[in-house]
């Protein structure tokens, strides 16, 4: 699916690869819905770009989910992409960790996308079709001490999407992963709770190599894209 002309919602779009996802489709003319909570970094984002309608959401609250949804569908007369990207990391050690602090983080990393992939779907199916993207982290494909709580809610979103991309594969709503490794944004000052040790060996990419992976994946519907390819 091609980007110009689609209704797409981008949630996380305040920053790091949310942001430069947002630049980069409404380059492509997209019609672009940003979600995220902080409103001041969203009206700064929207008044740079054409055809953007900014919706304050907290992603964790499932009213406010179905509320982003229907505003984009209102706006923009239907929804074509849905970009699941707001997410949250919990780095501390397994015995560490704390049920709100996983809580928390669940419901950002899970259910707030299977919400948004609920409400798009039937919009999607009237149109038929549509592309819906989810941002998980290659941390699920490794066992990194310490980050077990955030891989483990990532492992279960690329869980729930592969299904999701079954199931709805005869409507023609493609659904993908991108999958990124470690990217130069705000993520790791804004962890639930512990740091980031990722050691002088981890170079992070920019957040636009990110955005290129996202618009492969609603380009071409593939199961699953790395900015960064996997080691062999
Ligand atoms: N950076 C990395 O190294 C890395 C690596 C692999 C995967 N990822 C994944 O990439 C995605 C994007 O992260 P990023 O690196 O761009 O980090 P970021 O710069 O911290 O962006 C996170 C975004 O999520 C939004 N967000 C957080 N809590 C929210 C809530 N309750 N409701 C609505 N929006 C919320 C934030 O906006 P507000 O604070 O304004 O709400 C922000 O726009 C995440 O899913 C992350 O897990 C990141």
Known sequence: MELAGKSVIVTGASSGIGEAFARLAAR????L????????RLE?????????????TDLRVPEQVDAMVAAAAERFGGVDVLVNNAGQGLHVPVEDVRLDDLQAVVELNLYAPLLAMQAVAPLMRARGGG???NVSS????MTIPGIGAYSATKSALE???????AEWAGAGIA?????????????????????????????PHP???????????IETGEAEVFPVPPAA
């Open 131 to 133: 592309a819906i993207v």
């Open 207 to 217: 957040p636009e190599l990110v955005a290129e992976a996202i618009r492969r994946a």
């Open 159 to 165: 869980q729930l999407s592969a299904t999701a991309r």
């Open 175 to 203: 659904v993908s992963l991108v999958v990124p490794s470690v990217t130069a944004t705000e993520f790791h000052q804004a962890l639930r709770a512990g740091s980031f040790r990722g050691g002088g060996h981890v170079q």
């Open 44 to 56: 700064a984002l929207a008044a740079e770009l054409p055809d953007v309608l900014a919706v304050t």
């Open 138 to 141: 290659n941390t699920t494909r």
């Open 28 to 31: 492509e003319g997209a019609r």
């Open 33 to 40: 819905t940003l979600a995220s909570r902080r409103t001041d």
